[in-house]
């Protein structure tokens, strides 16, 4: 734990550059500067990234992503009995992030999707006040943690088990004022994604938000996986067993907007300079945010 905590201050955020263009995701230069939006196409440059995939080799059989999903929650419950709450730390970015859009779930229900620990949830409530908020993972031991949390069941937060993928949220229809999904899309299996934000724009409110944070195609994560790790395309099985998948921009808006979800996803591009090695890591996230339409009127 002490070093995970350790590796997390090491770390400064040195630049951030914002892209919400379609195309491909943005490739990083080997000193660590962005390409500027029109350098994006230049020869070599997305290459380069498709190579390094390529040579991952092919994807793992059938037999394997059937496993790996059947793992999945066993996966999951190991990886915070390794870590207990101290993983990640709690999320304070996502109010400087998402801004004036958080203001939907003021006084209101927000529904958080893998909400682990509470690390995304805990700094809301208290920003935000809100009247219920309903946190949902499918790792017992993370719901049991969070659950735990005196902080949180003082602010009105209700932890609960749910496989969000393939279980109902338990929430009325058009109920939630916001709904929050950072880091979770990821780790759902793409064939489940559909069915997931279907399940979200059915309990938001019309003018209610979803707000996604994830991981964006090209990250560095991405392209330093071993052969015998990709389960499909951009979609990787790690060493403990958890899965990701990388996004593009326009996989997200093809999820949401479709669903009557009015807003579009950006990259968000970070080099994170490790201050004892001076190495850096070349970080691709993918965040949007989307307010669910009124029904149209019927003539």
């Given at each position: 734990m002490e070093e995970a905590g350790t590796l997390v201050r090491l770390?400064?955020?040195?630049?951030?550059?914002?892209?919400?263009?379609?195309?491909?995701?943005?490739?990083?230069?080997?000193?660590?500067?962005?390409?500027?939006?029109?350098?994006?196409?230049?020869?070599?440059?997305v290459e380069a990234a498709q190579a390094a995939i390529e040579r991952q080799g092919a994807p793992l059989s059938e037999f394997w992503r059937v496993e790996y999903e059947r793992r999945s929650r066993a996966s999951w419950d190991a990886f915070y009995k390794r870590n207990g709450d101290q993983?990640?730390?709690?999320?304070?970015?996502?109010?400087?992030?998402?801004?004036?859009?958080?203001?939907?779930?003021?006084?209101?229900?927000?529904?958080?999707?893998?909400?682990?620990?509470?690390?995304?949830?805990?700094?809301?409530?208290?920003?935000?006040?809100?009247?219920?908020?309903?946190?949902?993972?499918?790792?017992?031991?993370?719901?049991?943690?969070?659950?735990?949390?005196?902080?949180?069941?003082?602010?009105?937060?209700?932890?609960?088990?749910?496989?969000?993928?393939?279980?109902?949220?338990?929430?009325?229809?058009?109920?939630?004022?916001?709904v929050t999904c950072f880091f979770v899309l990821s780790a759902i299996a793409p064939h489940?994604?559909?069915?997931?934000?279907?399940?979200?724009?059915?309990?938001?409110?019309p003018g209610g938000r979803v707000l996604v944070r994830d991981y964006g195609r090209y990250d560095q994560a991405q392209l330093r996986f071993a052969k015998g790790r990709k389960l499909a395309d951009n979609w990787y099985v790690k060493s403990d067993g958890t899965r990701c998948f990388y996004f593009e921009t326009s996989d997200l808006d093809a999820l949401f907007r479709p669903l009557h979800c009015d807003g579009a996803a950006a990259y968000v591009c970070q080099a994170h300079l490790n201050r004892a090695t001076r190495q850096v890591r070349r970080r691709v996230f993918v965040q949007a945010d989307y307010c669910k339409l009124p029904p149209t009127k019927k003539k």
């Open positions: 770390y400064e955020c040195v630049r951030v550059i914002r892209k919400t263009r379609s195309g491909p995701p943005p490739v990083m230069e080997e000193d660590g500067v962005w390409w500027s939006e029109e350098c994006w196409y230049e020869e070599g440059r993983a990640y730390r709690d999320r304070h970015y996502v109010e400087s992030e998402f801004g004036r859009s958080l203001e939907a779930a003021r006084g209101g229900t927000l529904v958080e999707l893998g909400a682990g620990v509470g690390n995304g949830v805990a700094p809301l409530v208290r920003a935000l006040a809100v009247r219920r908020a309903v946190c949902l993972d499918f790792s017992p031991r993370a719901v049991a943690m969070l659950a735990a949390r005196s902080d949180l069941c003082a602010l009105n937060c209700e932890a609960r088990l749910c496989d969000v993928a393939t279980e109902p949220f338990g929430e009325a229809d058009a109920s939630a004022d916001c489940h994604l559909p069915a997931v934000a279907a399940k979200i724009a059915r309990v938001l409110k």
